[in-house]
């Protein structure tokens, strides 16, 4: 087991800026984009899905448990399961309808745009029809502006108008207040 290491967390974005020429910077030189580092976005995932985990845990107070931790974040404050990244979830929450599944997305900034990897995708593209997987934004993560959204899964039907797909692949371009406090 490797010791546990602590880094400090210097202030800076959490995305690429874009160059004065419209492409994204980046490389070294002038002009380059700031990027937060490998261990700052771990620790800026890993705060969302702490406060993810206490606000389900007040939401579900008869639903949830540890066990409803799923993602890789959970062997760092948890005992047993080392949790799973590639599921398209951190969390489970068991509920007569079905299982309801969150994705938290964390931010140092206002938000606006979110990044899914391919086995979200793929969960929330399985769950269109019924659902069950939602995302859970966290804006402002690391401070006490923080705010957490929840947002319809953007393949489903009444989610349509909603996103704008920005780019190739799934970035998803949202208005913070469009999906506070649905259900």
């Given at each position: 087991?490797?010791?546990?290491?602590?880094?400090?967390?210097?202030?800076?974005?959490?995305?690429?800026?874009?160059?004065?020429?419209?492409?994204?910077?980046?490389?070294?030189?002038?002009?380059?984009?700031?990027?937060?580092?490998?261990?700052?976005?771990?620790?800026?995932?890993?705060?969302?899905?702490?406060?993810?985990?206490?606000?389900?845990?007040?939401?579900?107070?008869?639903?949830?448990?540890?066990?409803?931790?799923?993602?890789?974040?959970?062997?760092?404050?948890?005992?047993?399961?080392?949790?799973?990244?590639?599921?398209?979830?951190?969390?489970?929450?068991?509920?007569?309808?079905?299982?309801?599944?969150?994705?938290?997305?964390?931010?140092?900034?206002?938000?606006?745009?979110?990044?899914?990897?391919?086995?979200?995708?793929?969960?929330?593209?399985?769950?269109?029809?019924?659902?069950?997987?939602?995302?859970?934004?966290?804006?402002?993560?690391l401070s006490t502006e923080r705010r957490m959204l929840q947002l319809r899964n953007p393949f489903a039907p009444m989610s349509r108008g909603r996103y704008t797909f920005?780019?190739?692949?799934?970035?998803?371009?949202?208005?913070?207040?469009?999906?506070?406090?649905?259900?």
């Open positions: 087991m490797s010791p546990v290491r602590y880094t400090r967390l210097a202030p800076g974005p959490t995305t690429t800026r874009r160059a004065a020429g419209g492409g994204t910077a980046g490389g070294g030189g002038r002009g380059a984009a700031e990027r937060a580092s490998d261990q700052q976005l771990n620790a800026i995932g890993f705060a969302g899905e702490w406060l993810a985990y206490r606000w389900l845990a007040e939401r579900y107070p008869h639903q949830f448990t540890d066990e409803c931790w799923v993602s890789a974040n959970r062997a760092q404050v948890l005992p047993g399961d080392r949790g799973d990244d590639g599921l398209g979830y951190d969390f489970i929450v068991p509920s007569r309808g079905g299982p309801v599944m969150y994705e938290v997305k964390s931010t140092t900034e206002d938000g606006g745009e979110i990044r899914l990897g391919e086995s979200e995708v793929l969960a929330a593209q399985r769950n269109a029809r019924n659902n069950w997987w939602r995302l859970l934004v966290i804006t402002n993560a920005a780019g190739q692949g799934l970035r998803l371009l949202y208005h913070p207040d469009d999906g506070a406090g649905q259900r």
